[in-house]
């Protein structure tokens, strides 16, 4: 590599780029393929971010490198404990072109046997799910691939650093702010190198990637990859889910199955789909409601994640009683599916499923349009006590 240094261009990150980018990266400036495994596992297996101390490079190389590129990742704005043990971060990944900034939340949450990030894939969301806080935010831009691993990297080194360096990480979930399969490009390096062996080297099942339903990269995402899928379903029909999830008139309920099948056959994979289901009272929470998703999913290697609603300020919903979630529940496992019952965690610091909403910069004013919608659902409900 060349030692002198371009003043007017940023330094290149390395952070985000997956193995066989990284190799690129080195032949193209006249280095071994194998650099790239050894920077791998300087950064994301031992934390070390100054080329200096990576020492089995070569001085040169380090030397080139210091001039030439940089480990970045975002920094944490604030943290946020739980009583439950799980903690909620505020990172900042910069500001948008007019000065805004913007901030994502990234969650862990242990359990007895693991410890699983919750993490975010863009800054707010471009879909407009009525039950969830970040699509009221707005959206702002798609994360890049460096931001996205990025949470993992902060969340791992900060939870060595308050629980006597062990690392705690077992699972990788992308649930968090975004629609991961709308920045596809991005996700794909991070999973990679998720999956790993130089990196995280996680297990093709201890990676969970979320979908509401993007049917096309669904089918793009089972040819490249193997990991655990889970859809945002919510809803027993396609009545309730255009109104719940808006991205199912575009692509409804029979066409996500079909995807779904797809990606259940590609490479013939014998595990389930996680389809989640948010459990909203007098809305798609009936008993009835149950035995239509029995129907829907008859077909399909599925499991049913029931998920208690978690409010914020103008839901306008209200989470299912405890006695109808388990009435619900009892109709699927007489009908021999699996069902797990989310407990909620961190609700008392706001990071539980549908909560996140960190700092957006919303490009969509669409946090200003559902005020107003409260503001009118309010004055409607006040006119129709007054008449009665």
Known sequence: MSSSVDTNTELANLVGLD???????????GEKKFRAQQ?????????????????????????SLQNHVRIAFPTIESEHFSADGTIKWLLNVGKDRDGKSNAIETVYIPETNRG?????????????CTFCATARQGFNRNL??????????????????????????TNVVFMGMGEPLL???????????LLDDYAYGMGKRKVTVSTSGIVPKIDELSKVLDVSLAISLHAPNDEIRNELVPINRKYPIKELLAACKRYL??????????????????????EQQARQLVQLLKDIRAKINLIPFNSFEQSGY?????????RFAQVLMSNDIVVITRRPRGEDIAAACGQ????????ASRANHYIRMYERSLLNRRIETECV
């Open 265 to 286: 056959s590609n490479k013939n994979r014998k595990e389930s789909i996680t389809f989640e289901y948010v459990m909203l009272q007098g809305v798609n929470d009936s």
């Open 356 to 363: 996140l909403a960190g700092q957006v910069a919303d490009r």
């Open 19 to 29: 193995r066989a980018s990284l190799e690129q990266y080195f032949v193209e400036h």
């Open 183 to 193: 920045n596809f490009s991005n996700v794909l390096p991070a999973v990679k190198l």
């Open 144 to 169: 890049t691939a460096e931001e996205i691993i990025g949470q993992v990297w902060v969340a791992d080194q900060r939870l060595r650093d308050l629980y006597e360096g062990k690392s705690l990480l």
């Open 39 to 63: 920077i791998m596992q300087w950064v994301y297996q031992r934390g070390v971010t100054d080329v200096w101390n990576m020492t089995d490079l070569s001085k040169s190389l380090r030397e």
């Open 318 to 326: 209200k989470r299912s009683s405890q006695e109808r979630i388990d």
């Open 116 to 128: 699983t990030l919750c993490i975010s894939s863009q800054v707010g969301c471009a879909l407009d």
